[in-house]
């Protein structure tokens, strides 16, 4: 069974720092992307970060452009974000989740359950 | 950046109805996009994906159509587990984009 578990969320001050971690398991991790999602109280999804299977390709919203860092550990089968100078607007529930591509055509096949990152003073 | 336009944002439909929610993205997007159902405090659940294929485990009333721009999740008819937020996804072309979301409602 495929699982996915964040870590690592909770409150921080602006300007602040934070590591959330993803650990997979039921899977062969290292064959698949990755991905963090985030959904601020009330609002939508936004799609945050992405990294391949090898971690060579990565990819960032621009709203985090900069400040946050994606990576992966294949042998620990565990997925991070590095989150630095947090702001208010970073509140949110943050998502992992599995990209699966097919002939082309991609979709996000697992989700995490989330974890809670609050930037507040 | 590809936008992905949602309507409506919400819909109350009574259970049996039909309810059609639309996707359009600012650009031919071929039929790379994703449906997805969200729940209060639950994590998105895959309901389709490649704009018409039905995700294993999901019933058949949710099905997908459409290509380039214009894309459609309809529910042939509502059950009560079905009230949530569906999200639709261009899930191939960075920065990967959500639609804003449609909240399907009890009337």
């Known amino acids: 069974e495929v699982q996915l578990v964040e870590s690592g969320g909770g409150l921080v001050q602006p300007g602040g720092s934070l590591r959330l971690s993803c650990t997979a398991s039921?899977?062969?991790?290292?064959?698949?992307?990755m991905n963090w999602v985030r959904q601020a109280p009330g609002k939508g999804l936004e799609w945050v970060s992405f990294?391949?299977?090898?971690?060579?390709?990565?990819y960032y919203a621009d709203s985090v452009e900069g400040r946050f860092t994606i990576s992966r550990d294949n042998a620990k089968n565990s997925l991070y974000l590095q989150m630095n100078s947090l702001r208010d607007e970073d509140t949110a529930v943050f998502f992992c989740a599995r990209r699966l591509c097919t002939n082309g055509v991609c979709h996000f096949d697992y989700w995490g359950q989330g974890t809670l990152v609050t930037v507040s003073s | 950046d590809i936008q992905m336009t949602q309507s409506p944002s919400s819909v109350s439909a009574s259970v049996g109805d039909r309810v059609t929610i639309t996707c359009r993205a600012s650009?031919?997007?071929?039929?790379?996009v994703a449906w997805y159902q969200q729940k209060p405090g639950r994590a998105p659940k895959l309901l389709i994906y490649?704009?018409?294929s039905l995700q294993s485990g999901v019933p058949p009333r949710f099905s997908g159509s459409g290509s380039g721009t214009d894309f459609t999740l309809t529910i042939s008819s509502l059950q009560p587990e079905d009230f949530a937020t569906y999200y639709c996804q261009q899930p191939n072309s960075f920065p990967l984009t959500f639609g804003g979301g449609t909240k399907v409602e009890i009337k």
């Open positions: 490649a704009a018409s």
């Open positions: 990294i391949g299977g090898s971690g060579t390709d990565i």
């Open positions: 039921g899977f062969t991790f290292s064959r698949y992307s």
């Open positions: 650009q031919d997007i071929r039929g790379w």
